[in-house]
């Protein structure tokens, strides 16, 4: 197993999953990082990804047509762990943050004894 695979995975509630030839890691049911030969993207939050672009320490991977509060982010596998890890932390805080933001709770149906 590679270090990045490793720090991945020791993040909390995270599934690894094979996508073709990448491994997508998922957490509270959405993609944080996709490992692929050359690169790890990431969905990091878009203040962190506009630094991360700035730098020149990683590209934007698709510009949203609609504004959201997160983008992905591709980051060379030649950065260091550290840095790796630092920023999977902060992808996969930024997803399980947005999903308890996001969770709404439907009303339940009520059936009616009798048949309709």
């Known amino acids: 197993m590679t270090p990045i695979r490793e720090a991945l ?24 990082a996709l490992l692929g030969d050359e690169s790890l993207l990431l969905r990091l939050p878009i203040r962190a990804s506009a630094e991360l672009v700035e730098a020149e320490r990683g590209r934007p991977l698709i510009e ?20 790796v ?8 805080e ?3 943050s947005a999903n308890r933001r996001g969770r709404t709770r439907m009303p339940r149906r009520r059936r009616s004894p009798f048949p309709a």
Do not use: Y
């Open 94 to 96: 930024a997803i399980r």
């Open 85 to 92: 890890r630092r920023l999977a932390a902060a992808s996969h």
């Open 9 to 32: 995975q020791a993040l909390p509630c995270v599934i690894a999953k094979r996508l073709n030839a990448r491994e997508g890691f998922f957490t509270a049911g959405r993609m944080f």
């Open 64 to 83: 949203p047509r609609i504004p959201a509060p997160l983008a992905w982010v591709a980051v060379s596998l030649d950065t260091e762990v550290d840095e």
